[in-house]
């Protein structure tokens, strides 16, 4: 499984980035695919994820309603649209995959949980928010 993740850069507060997430070795209908982060200092935590046969999503409390994940399923990418971004949103962004289906409780279970779920990592792209 190889994870190919790109879009990250510099923006002012407000602005929007769509970061991609490219898998390679797998069939993403078969995968739950996750957005991580990871601000310095600070444990890596999710941001969002798909699972691709569920079709089910979940997304951190702190992101809902300004980020959106979606799939090309025929390109085998991932997608995060950041929108109304914040500078608390700086880090380092994630994609990562896993079989089968995810379930969490809660948004917080989520954001807390999620890292230790997944076995297949990118490497990240860096996401910085600043005016």
């Known amino acids: 499984v190889q994870l190919q993740a790109s879009g990250g850069g510099l923006v002012q507060p407000g602005e929007s980035l769509k970061l991609s997430c490219v898998a390679s070795?797998?069939?993403?209908?078969?995968?739950?695919i996750g957005w991580f982060r990871q601000a310095p200092g600070k444990e890596r935590k999710g941001v969002s994820c798909?699972?691709?046969?569920?079709?089910?999503?979940f997304y951190a409390d702190s992101v809902k309603g300004r980020f959106s994940i979606s799939s090309d399923n025929a390109k085998n990418t991932v997608y995060l649209q950041m929108n109304n971004l914040k500078p608390e949103d700086t880090a380092v962004y994630y994609c990562?995959?896993?079989?089968?289906?995810?379930?969490?409780?809660?948004?917080?279970?989520?954001?807390?949980?999620?890292?230790?779920?997944?076995?297949?990592w990118g490497q990240g792209t860096l996401v910085t928010v600043s005016s």
């Open positions: 990562a995959a896993d079989p089968g289906n995810k379930y969490y409780i809660s948004s917080y279970a989520f954001e807390r949980d999620s890292p230790a779920d997944f076995g297949d």
């Open positions: 070795g797998i069939t993403l209908d078969d995968y739950a």
């Open positions: 798909i699972s691709m046969r569920a079709g089910s999503t």
